[in-house]
């Protein structure tokens, strides 16, 4: 199949030719023609899948007709979790639209107003975002969102990770209730889903992600905790076990990654942790720590630790439960690595009993509940083990 099929102009068709790309890949394939017809999307979709493309060529598409309504504010806004993704956004932009007389505005954090202020004084057309910049220009009535037509919100579950939730939602509310919305995440599920049906209408279902396939060697326990100090606990005696190497910790939100991590040091532990809105630069650093061995515990959120592949992590811990089985099976799949053994035990509430069989229904694997020897929980004590 080839971009021509997809319904593109043909100015757009030539850039794509200059960029070397020959055909279209699969979010693009999908999303392009539906975009097109003017429908809401929810995509499940990687980064490295093309889902910039996916969106930005339509988008540009959709710019060539005059504005309905005359301003100065874009008519494309674009929200992403961090500068570095924003600016590729910008830079994929420029990419795809040579040719288009286009102005796009970059509003991210921990660069300079003046700048962001001068870009808004002309008439944009699209701006691309971080949700905590944009709110605040929207405060100080510095860009209008009345003429936005299209609205994407690129990595959504990233966002929401990052703690954007409330940003986003009153961005949401000052951009017209008639436009088109895009929401691009790893994963439709959990918080994901009920932000889709906040911002969208009757929106089409583009699932793209890969199933990845939970690998054998891995044995899988879990551990009834009655609060953060019996979890405290448990880990400090699953991390001093001499059979573990490195150790790989999950928590739901990135300020216990942060506390649990500074507690870990406290005990000894070489320990650091990873979270969304972490600069590439010190990103990069942590891993190299973990790869080069001088760290040994490594404290995550799902969304920092996609993708990563170190050999010597034999245990991964799930310190608070995952919200769903597809996570379940991406965190333990960080051990086990390299045709080695790995160990992966979760953490769970007296509530979270059903998750387990979730899990076990959608792995086909066994999660067996395990004790351990004098930190038993209230009621494995109450019922003599
Ligand atoms: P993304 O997932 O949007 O971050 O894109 C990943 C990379 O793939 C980017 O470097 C794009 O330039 C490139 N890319 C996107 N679509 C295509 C395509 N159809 N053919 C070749 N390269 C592509």
Redesign the pocket.
Known sequence: MS?SSLGLDPSLLEN?AR???????P??REAIPAVITGADLLVS??????????FVLPGLQRLRTPPSLPGKGPRMLVLAPTRELAM?VQK?TH?YCSGQKLLTALLVGGMPYGLQLAQLRKPVDIAIATPGRLKDHLDRGSVDLARVELLVLDEADRMLDMGFQEEIDSIVARVPRNRQTLLFSATLAGVVGRLAARVTRSPKRIEITRREEPKPDITQHALIADNEAHKGRMLDVLLREAEVEQALVFTAMKRTAAELTLSLLGKGFTAGALHGDMQQKERTRTLNRLRDGSMRVLVATDVAARGIDVPGINLVVNYDAPRMAEDYVHRIGRTGRAGRAGIAVTFLGHADRNLVRQIERFTGNKVSLMVMPGLESRRQRQSGG
Not at 19 to 25: H, K, S, V
Not at 46 to 54: C, L
Request: a positive charge; proline letters at 4%; charged letters at 5%.
């Open positions: 971009f794509l960029l070397g790309y020959t055909a279209p890949t979010v693009q979709s990687q980064t490295g899948s093309g889902k910039t493309a996916a590729q994929a990419g």
